[in-house]
């Protein structure tokens, strides 16, 4: 069913991949994805990467279907009732390598979820932000490309081999010790870092 709906669209035109189109080479390779988000759906992500993905390459003539190995994603999101069909363009998730330039923790929060949580802190012009459990420092590094050199921060770990390798993140993204700081203590010497009452937010991915 699928396979034949999508199929009458690429015939009479209501819907093109141009980066399977505009291919001149005969012979590449592609692969379909699919995400569904919502319920009630009577089919499976296999099915919809088969039947769609077939359709496609009936059409196309000149590229072959293939699982791995392939030059081009196509992806077919099912959002509710509506599917949302193109060509992928970062196959590999970037965000891993997100301000983790010369060093990276074992276990280190998304820099996504670090984006969301500097902005729910409410952080002003001026404001030091603290991480007592900095890690690979995702959230102070993403906190600093948002607001740049607006704000200072402080990063501490127990580990002194995350907390120098945070410093070597910092270095290598162009900040210096006066914007950021990163301090190799535990919590029984946490506050000989700071001046009292001198944070205005604390902002953490709390260890297990």
């Known amino acids: 069913m699928l396979y034949k709906y999508y199929k009458a669209k690429l015939v009479v035109g209501n ?11 005969g ?5 379909t994805t699919c995400k569904r988000i919502g319920s009630g759906h009577g089919f499976q992500d296999p099915e919809v990467e088969r039947e769609i993905g077939g359709a496609m390459s009936e059409y196309y003539a000149h590229v072959k279907p293939k699982m791995n ?3 081009i994603q196509v992806r077919v999101d099912v959002v509710s009732t509506k599917i949302i069909v193109g060509t992928q363009v970062n196959v590999d998730d970037l965000l891993k390598e997100r301000h983790f330039l010369r060093f990276r923790n074992t276990l280190t929060i998304k820099t996504n979820l670090a984006y969301a949580m500097i902005r729910c802190a409410n952080i002003k ?21 948002v607001y740049k050199k607006r704000m200072k ?4 770990d127990v580990s002194r081999w995350r907390s120098n390798g945070s410093r ?3 270095l290598a993204e162009g900040f210096d010790n006066n914007v950021c700081q990163f301090h190799c203590c535990n919590d029984q010497n946490f506050q000989k ?8 937010a604390i902002v953490s991915n709390l260890p297990w």
């Open 15 to 25: 819907s093109s991949i141009s980066s399977l189109a505009e291919l001149k080479e």
């Open 27 to 31: 012979g590449t390779l592609f692969c």
């Open 69 to 71: 190995g392939f030059a």
């Open 125 to 145: 012009n001026g404001d030091l932000v603290v991480d007592p459990f900095c890690g690979s420092s995702a959230i102070l590094l993403e906190a600093l490309d």
């Open 153 to 156: 921060c402080v990063g501490m």
């Open 168 to 170: 070597e993140n910092m």
């Open 193 to 200: 870092k700071l001046e009292e009452e001198s944070m205005d």
